[in-house]
């Protein structure tokens, strides 16, 4: 079945699934009889479309993902800003992964983006300090709070009044909405360069202004500039517990809102005896700026919250100093311009520094001529000099060398990777970026062709923070949370949903793949786990005693069995609702196609829907999805996915436990799984897959492992390859470190 076979056969399955073959007037099938001849055909069809996208176990060229562009440009170039925001999304290949080189294709109008970005990258990164423009402001937060209650304390003309009973300018509950709501920010005002460097001098010890849990406090600054490079320095403390803080710059676009992006967050470890600094360098290109509107809202806002439900932030001072001071380091991308260099011999150097860098291998002599050659025609066609080397530099950061994972295979067989491909396939894998110094260093050296030595990098870049980067895209992939940006929870009946517990919802879920990975945990925890990752905000909604502290952490669970695993965390359960209700179907899916690898086939055309007005008859959601499998259509696929999902029916539509569904019927789970064991609640289910689905798990989480590790979809031949490693996966305790060195050091991944 290829070619234009496969169209007629995929004709003749909908057909029969349908139940409108053969025709009335021939001899009919029974219902075994058409599910045998349903699974067949489906069986060959499988086969063929794999032949068709088979690249005979070899990783074709690939592209950097948007995340990947991202991460390597803000590595090359060194300015914090989002390179990737007028990027178009990455498609999501048959396994749910972003980073399948088959679908990461390349259009004309995104050639031409990438040749943009990367001319405003480098304009910036080229651009010098102001010269004409200088702000500097420090703010002693409690200092200035009491002053200003004493102002309106004295301007109330009330007798005798207490300042401490006035509400603090800029202080406010933050709303359950991002940018909505809170109070006009607290004026501040620059200071001459005297001035700033006394008050620093003078604020000697910590005096923290209290920002207590959900609070914002917003700073107004009376003048600003609109381009170029800021330094803000923010010295704070944790008054109980860790707390989570976002700091924010933007301006109030009207009375009720407000335009301000996050320029950072962090948990505040810190303590008054030893603060905690936070530093940002803000290009003002990339922060909301305010330019003109009504002088009622006049001026540039700093904000900070704290979004923990529990802790305290105590805020000490801010300082902002424009144009932010030089970093005594040398420039990313330009060489070091030695005395009596011509333009031409800085514009070589330049690209001998730079170019290694960004096509992440030895660059051959001829390439240097030749974009030399660039070089020189575009400086005989302007007078600036450096607009010529940044235009030489922008073809570099659009050139193919640098945009895709680039494995060149001239002859028909594979071939080992040499050490400098072998170098960016790992680090992309695990750091989503261009490899780092030391990585380079021994791909350099050739030593890492050594299997000692890459099961040495890889143990290093596993122990390192920048693992997070795999963490969260693999994890964000692998189990489908993309799903949470795509169900609309209904605000009218789930008034707790709102942007910080959906960011927290799915902050548990990276947070407990995080940990089972870096404690050595076994990975059949995600089928069923004895403890729960938890911190303040969803310990409450969850009903666990309270906690404090916006950081998760292993927390032992011995009184709600129900939040076990992967299955009981909110990520999962809302994705897979309506946003008004559960919906056990998707669900059902997500086991078979997240966990264990077995995806339902899609439905046939013309299936009808499940009929919902049913559930206002007094139908429970049991009772119609068994309905719903009586057509023979349906059945085959329905009743290896139903039974998952309706184990599930206690948690509504963002997780929570309940005992009745949305129509207040009382939920009555006793449903037997598609191998023949019975579940009662999502508990019992969980103990079956543990009990056994786990080979089957284990191999369907080395699958995706290595089908991400690989950027392409993985096929007959790697049959043997994946059986050896989920082997070695139960062997070695079902542990995730030992598998990730494993496929590294295996041949599918050292080969081209």
Known sequence: ADGIDADHWHEVLNQLATGEMPPEDAEQLSDKERQQLVTWIRSELDIAAEKARATGGQV?????????????????????????????????SLSGFLNNGQNLLM???????????????????????????????????????????????????K???????????GLSMKASRVNVGGKDGLFVFPLNSEEFALRKANHRSFDGALLGPTYRQLYTLDKWPTQGEMLIRIRLAAANGKPHVTIGMGYRASGAVLNVKPIGETLVNGSTDSPQVLEYRIRMEEVPVFLSGKPKFRGEMISVVNNSTSSDVLLDSIEVVYPAPSQDTSHPVLAERAGGMTDGEFAEATLRKFVPLAYRRPVSEQEYHELMALYTELQQRRPDSMEALRDTLAVVLSSPHFLYVTEPRLESESRELNAYELATRLSYFLWSTTPDEQLRQQAHSGELLKASVLKNETERL???????????????QWLDMSAL???????????????????????????FVNYVLQSDESALSFLKSDFVMLNDRMAGFYGFEEIQGSNFRPVPNTTIPIRSGLIGQASFLTGNSTGIDSHPIKRGVWITRQLLNDPPPPPPPNVPELDESQLEKGLSVAQLLAAHRDNPACNDCHKKIDPWGITLENFNAIGQFREKDNHQIPIAIDVTLPNGNQATNSVTMQEVLLETKKEEFSKALVENLLTYSLGRELEFTDAKTVDRLSQAFIQDGYRLKPLIVRIVTDEAFRIK
Not at 61 to 83: A, F, H, S, V
């Open 159 to 169: 007798e005798n009044p207490d300042p401490s009973k006035f509400p603090p300018k």
């Open 462 to 476: 596993l122990s390192d923070q920048r693992v997070e980067q795999f963490v969260r895209n693999f994890t964000y």
């Open 60 to 92: 074709i060229l690939r592209r950097l993902t948007k995340y990947e562009y991202q991460n390597t440009m803000r590595d090359l170039i060194g300015l914090p800003i989002n390179y990737a925001k007028d990027l178009p999304p990455e498609p999501k």
């Open 107 to 157: 259009s004309p109008v995104q050639m031409e983006t990438y040749l943009q970005v990367a001319k405003r990258a480098l304009d910036l990164s080229f651009s010098k300090p102001s010269s004409t423009e200088s702000y500097r402001y420090f703010i002693e937060a409690q200092s200035e709070r009491t002053e200003d209650q004493k102002k309106q304390a004295t301007a109330s003309k």
């Open 485 to 511: 940006d795509r169900v609309a929870v209904d605000p009218n009946l789930f008034k707790l949903w709102d942007a910080d517990l959906k960011r927290d919802v799915a902050e548990e879920t990276f947070s």
